[in-house]
């Protein structure tokens, strides 16, 4: 693939997800909104703020481009010290219960296993993966291990890690993919249902399958859920994405409609149309509006470097 195109999909997906994150953020709980309602809240913004899902996805950007890779202690680290910072920007309940184990000397791989029974299953860890999505798209191996241990630090339940992993496994397969060439949605299902393992998430994706014919909002909500649950927010990203696969605006507006976790559901589902269109999909109307928007980009292009270096030695 051409690299200023595969550079553009790192900007898109880190970009997107903070987007989508800005634009939902104001609907979070919300049964549905229409998106005529979500363009004139931001149209009326100076500032495009992001809240928990953005500032946790920069976590993982900061800690992978510090370490040029996974360090699982010390992206804990970098997310107790960035809670610490910014404790405003609307955290789930979880994690900063667990940021202060951690910051207490409680070991990262305990901490999060002491909050709920089994560990976390929310949406937390699926939110941020965007980094670990574009960095390891074409390592299956590292990128599966990557989003299981990564959110091991903060959503330790099987349901939530597997959340985060198909989550990236959507981001790496629409980095892998040329925009250009007929986009094939059940084909990208089928390609997903290859690394699923809990029966939760099988059952998501063949709702999804079904839904591709039949996409009455309701049922659509029933279905795949709308939810603060990781099995009840990444399908609906990724299938908002799949009916929506060539525009940003519409995919993201979509996912936002659906009501429920739109902050959440925006961001996920930003993070993969933005992987699959690029950055210049991103409407500038709101690019330009998002709060730390160059930080952001910074973080996108180092670990563009980081890929482009592991490149060049083999
Ligand atoms: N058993 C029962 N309920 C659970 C379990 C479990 N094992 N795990 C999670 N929940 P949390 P997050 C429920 O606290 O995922 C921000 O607003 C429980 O109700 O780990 O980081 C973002 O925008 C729990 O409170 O937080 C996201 O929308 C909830 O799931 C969201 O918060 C969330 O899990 C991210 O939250
Ligand atoms: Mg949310």
């Not at 970009?15 to 800005?22: E, K, L, S, V």
């Not at 804990?76 to 219960?97: D, H, I, K, L, S």
């Not at 241990?149 to 790496?172: D, F, M, N, Y």
């Not at 399958?209 to 049922?219: E, F, S, T």
Request: aromatic share 10%.
């Amino acid at each position: 693939m051409d690299r200023g195109i595969l550079r553009s999909k790192f900007i898109g997906s880190l970009i997107g997800t903070a987007i989508g994150d800005t634009l939902g953020a104001f609907s979070e709980g919300w049964v549905g909104v229409h998106p005529t309602q979500v363009e004139f809240v931001a149209d009326n913004q100076s500032i495009l703020c992001y809240t928990d899902d953005t500032h946790m996805m920069i976590g993982v950007a900061e800690s992978l481009v510090m370490k040029q890779g996974f360090d699982a202690e010390h992206m804990a680290n970098v997310f107790v010290q960035n809670y610490q910072e910014e404790p405003y920007r609307g955290y789930g309940p979880g994690p900063p219960r667990i940021f202060k184990l951690i910051g207490l000397g409680e070991p990262w791989d305990k901490a999060a296993e002491t909050i709920y029974p089994g560990g976390s299953y929310g949406n937390g860890s699926a939110m941020r993966i965007a980094p670990v999505g574009v960095l390891y798209w074409d390592q299956p191996d590292e990128l599966f291990r990557v989003a299981h241990e990564s959110s091991r630090i903060t959503h330790s339940h099987e349901l939530g890690k597997e959340g985060a992993a198909l989550e990236a496994h959507a981001i790496a397969l629409a980095t892998s993919m040329d925009a250009s060439e007929p986009f094939d949605a059940k084909q990208f299902l089928d390609k997903l249902g290859t690394t699923v393992q809990h029966k939760v998430y099988q059952q998501r994706l063949a709702d999804m399958r079904a839904l591709l014919y039949q996409r009455d909002m309701a049922n659509i909500v029933s279905s795949l859920g709308h939810g603060i649950e990781a099995f009840n927010s990444v399908p609906a990203a990724i299938y908002s994405f799949l009916i929506h696969p060539h525009s940003f605006e519409e995919s993201v507006l979509y996912a936002i409609s659906l009501g429920g976790d739109t902050d959440t559901i925006g961001a996920m589902n930003g993070a993969i149309s933005g992987a699959y269109l690029g950055i210049s999909s991103i409407p500038q109307k709101w690019e330009l509006k998002l709060e730390n928007r160059e930080y952001i980009e910074n973080l996108a292009n180092k670990l563009w470097t980081i890929y482009s270096n592991r490149h060049k030695s083999h």
